[in-house]
Each structure stands twice: as structure tokens, then as C-alpha cells.
């Protein structure tokens, strides 16, 4: 998916938040907005129900700095300078729709308790708030489940039209370019959201189903999935797509690597959509193994990287962890890639990104969210780039929260082509000082001409037990 933010405005469906008791549990969300503009910010905050598109309230910020951030949480206490202008609402869910006056980046955290609903362990997911140019009439969901292996997905779909929105949703199997059904027409309100739960209402699709969810409106759309087992804390989150590319990273896959391994799921936007996947691992620069691919219009490719063996050329031993560049030549696609791990107390950890589209990265990418030992689970980040162009110098500049009291930090460093960095907050990697307890704000990192980044951001809590793991793409601006 593009993460360019060319256009001041972003769509952030808070998926049954605060409160809300859905099949998998009660949920609340927290987001945070980065300034990627060289000037102050004004931001307004628009909250609207999910069933009406009735507006319910709205937050503003007035002269947000240039690259500062600032952040709402919706379940806060009302007092909080965090609380948005529902936190004192005890069950609401809707979607938010954020103007500012300059280019802005947005990722959402959901949790959910422990104790929830069938969740028996904390559970935790992110995804990236939507712009403009990344809504379509059609928008692709890659990898959607009824009772799979003991999963079920649950999504919503935001009308980002000025009027009703008439839907449909095709279901398409994994490996099948023919849909098993097609739901709808669905009349949605401009700016309301279309909420659909695979375990309660789509049990018409039969067990472990699994496959693409392609969604046709009259109006542009943009969506959000959420994945989630059935008797344990854990959420996976990715955002919908509205196009794809011919060149895609994935800029971390694994195979029993320190408990964590990766699947994903690889979907054709184009009929005689073919080409590569190369698996290079951390450090090297020739593929452990490759992976030849031909799929047609919204046939999908699941992989395993634990299960599967059955590599065009080479393989993939335990302990292994790199990178996945898909090259076409022909078509386009999306993709999505599935963590999973253990951590040494057994509680799973689940953490979904999507694929980074080649023609969306630049030599500056964002990441909205860094924190070391923050709140009371001691919350950090981690993330990791690569440098997808020619080599070249960056620089990282660590930028505190509006008014958090925390100072600024940056360092640099020269990347070769195909290299990768990884800078753990919490082990002080990539930062000549360590970052202070308690620090949050936001990552920029800006590289010399001919450097393309493509990166993700791993989120980790030091002491909640259950899926205390999440992920986001970082933003190209």
C-alpha cells in the first residue's frame, strides 16, 4: 500500500471502540497524528457514529509544531490530556475523519482485555490511518477467515463519499479467481462505517474458510480488517487496498526465528499477474530461495514460511529472518504478511503489515509512534528499514510529543543498497544517548537523494501478559 500523505486528510476507523462488545471481545483505541508539514498544523477531529454517520463530537489542535505529534485515546479518563472528546462515552464505535492544515501521518492502537468476550489474555493490533488518495470504489481485504484454523476476521468499511454508499462484497476462496458468494447491496451513510463479523455472519462460507474480500461501491471506500483466534488474546491488523504495485517488500519474514514465524498472503490485482518472490536473509545479498508465481484477477497465494517447502529454487532453514521482494512481470498485486510468536511466559504475540508498494517509497519515511517504557506495561518500539534505492547517508531525528516535557534526539549513518537498519528504543540501538523512560513521540528519518525506505514498527509491552505485540507501516513523505 502507498503510504505517501500528499493530502491533508486522513480516515481512522476506530473498529468498535470503547467499550463496544463484539463477537471476539470489547475493544477501545488510541491514535496518534505526526505534523509532516515545515509549518504549525491546525488539526480537527471529526467522531462519526458507525451506524448513522451522525457526527458526534470533534477534537482540534491549533498550531501543532512541524514534526511533533500529539495523541487521543479514546478510553481514557475524561480528564486525561490524551482523552479524546468520547472518552467518557462507556460504549461507542464509529469512524473519525481528521483535516489538517498541513500533510499529516496517523496510526491507530486497538486493545482489547483481558477477560473480553472468548479473549482470555490482553490483545493488541495497529494499523495506519487512510488518506484520500488511498480510497477507491473498490478496495481489496487479502486475507479473510471464518473459523480457519481457529481464526474469524472481522472488518469495517468507511464510506469516504459526500453521499449514500451502496456495497458489495465478493468472497473470493484462496487460489480461486471466482467468488464463492457476493453480499450485498449494502446502503451506507457518507462518512458511516459497514461493520461485518465472519464468525457470526458469514458461517454460510463453511469451516476453515479462507480467502480475498473484494468491496464495489458507487463511492470511495477505504477499510480496515481485523484477525482474531478464537480462545486467546490476539488481534492482527491491516488496512484495505485500493491498488497495487509491480515491485513490493516485505522487510521482515521469519522461520522459527527466537519463536516467530511469518506467512503471507500474495493477491493478483490483474489478470496474468506473474513474476518472483526472493528471499534474502538478514545481511546477504544473494536470495536464500526463490518463489515463482502466476495468479489472475483476485487469486491469492498463501504461504507459510514454517509449513511450506515447496520453493521454486533453495529453501529456508529454522532460525532464519531477512526479507521478501516481490517482482512482477506482469499485472500487480498486494500483499500482507502475518507475525506469530511465543514469548519464553507461552503468550502468543500476532502482528500483521502490509507489503510496501516500490512506487510509493522516497528517501523520507515516519513513524508516528516511539515510545520506551512508556505507561504502565512498560511499552516500547522497535523498527526496522531498508534501503530499497542506491546508497547513501540518512539521518534519524527522534521528535517528542507536543507538550510531553521530552527533548529532541538525531544521529546518522550511511546505508548501502538492499542494507537494513534496526533500532530498538529499548535497548538504545541507533541513538548516541539513550532514549529517557517514559519518552514518546515520533521517528523521522531523512536519507540523501536515491535512498528509498521501506519500513515497519514493531510495538511490545513489558508486562501485560497475552498479545502485548503490534505492528505498523511506515509512512513515505
Known amino acids: 500500500m502507498k503510504k505517501i500523505l500528499s493530502l491533508s486528510l486522513a480516515l481512522v476507523l476506530l473498529l468498535s471502540v470503547v467499550g463496544v462488545v463484539s463477537a471476539q471481545g470489547t475493544r477501545s483505541t488510541a491514535f496518534q497524528i505526526v505534523n509532516l508539514g515545515t509549518e504549525d498544523a491546525d488539526l480537527y477531529i471529526y ?29 481514557a479518563d475524561p480528564s486525561s490530556p490524551v482523552a479524546s472528546c468520547i472518552a467518557g462515552e462507556t460504549s461507542w464505535h464509529g469512524s473519525v475523519v481528521i483535516e489538517s492544515t498541513q500533510p499529516v501521518a496517523v496510526i491507530t492502537n486497538i486493545n482489547e482485555p483481558a477477560g473480553a468476550g472468548a479473549n482470555v489474555m490482553y490483545a493488541g493490533g495497529s494499523y495506519g490511518g487512510i488518506t484520500g488518495p488511498q480510497t477507491a470504489d473498490e478496495i481489496v481485504f487479502p486475507f479473510i477467515m471464518h473459523d480457519y484454523y481457529g481464526f474469524n476476521t472481522d472488518f469495517a468499511v468507511q464510506n469516504a463519499g459526500a453521499s449514500d454508499a451502496e456495497v458489495y462484497l465478493d468472497f473470493y476462496p484462496t ?9 450485498g447491496p449494502f446502503t451506507v451513510k457518507a462518512s458511516a462505517s459497514l461493520y461485518r463479523n465472519q464468525k457470526t455472519d458469514d458461517t454460510d462460507l463453511g469451516a476453515t474458510w479462507s480467502g480475498v ?12 480488517v481485523n484477525e482474531n483466534p478464537d480462545a486467546q488474546g490476539t488481534i492482527l491488523n491491516y488496512e484495505g487496498f485500493a491498488s497495487g504495485d509491480t515491485n513490493i517488500f516485505m522487510p521482515f519474514l521469519a522461520k522459527n526465528f527466537y519463536g516467530f514465524s511469518t506467512a503471507f498472503q500474495v493477491v493478483a490485482m490483474e489478470d496474468g499477474t506473474t513474476g518472483t518472490i526472493s528471499f534474502y536473509e538478514t545481511g546477504a545479498g544473494t536470495p536464500s ?14 504461504w507459510n514460511m514454517k509449513l511450506d517447502t515447496g520453493y521454486t529454487s533453495g529453501s529456508i532453514p529454522d532460525d532464519w529472518s531477512g526479507a521478501g521482494i516481490i517482482e512482477l512481470t ?44 512508556y505507561a504502565g506495561a512498560k511499552w516500547n518500539t522497535a523498527f526496522q528499514l531498508i ?52 519518552w514518546v513521540g515520533s ?26 505485540g503490534l505492528v505498523y507501516n511506515g509512512f513515505s513523505y
Open 443 to 468: 521517528v523521522r528519518v531523512e536519507g540523501d537523494a536515491g535512498v528509498a525506505l521501506a519500513g515497519i514498527c514493531n510495538e511490545r509491552g513489558g508486562t501485560t501478559t497475552g498479545d502485548s
Open 330 to 373: 506482469g499485472g500487480s498485486a498486494v500483499t500482507i504478511v502475518n507475525e506469530r510468536g511465543v514469548t519464553g511466559a507461552g503468550y502468543n504475540l500476532g502482528l500483521t503489515y502490509s507489503g510496501m508498494a516500490g512506487s510509493g517509497l522516497s528517501d523520507n519515511m515516519t513513524f508516528p509512534f516511539i515510545i520506551k517504557n
Open 175 to 183: 487460489g480461486s479467481s471466482t467468488p464463492d458468494k457476493t453480499e
Open 289 to 302: 530461495a526463490t518463489l515463482n508465481i502466476s495468479l489472475n484477477q483476485y487469486e491469492s497465494l498463501q
Open 213 to 224: 474480500v473484494v468491496v464495489r461501491s458507487d463511492m470511495p471506500l477505504a477499510g480496515v
Open 47 to 75: 467522531y462519526y457514529d458507525a451506524s448513522d454517520g451522525m457526527f458526534e463530537c470533534q477534537d482540534e489542535v491549533l498550531g501543532l509544531g512541524s514534526f511533533k505529534s500529539v495523541q487521543f485515546n479514546q478510553a
Open 387 to 438: 534501503n530499497t534505492g542506491s546508497a547513501g547517508g540518512v539521518t534519524v531525528y527522534y521528535d517528542a510529543a507536543e507538550g510531553s516535557g521530552f527533548s529532541n534526539y538525531n544521529w546518522s549513518t550511511t546505508l548501502a543498497a538492499n542494507e537494513a537498519l534496526e533500532c530498538n528504543q529499548k535497548l538504545g540501538a541507533c541513538i548516541a544517548s539513550p532514549l529517557p523512560d517514559g
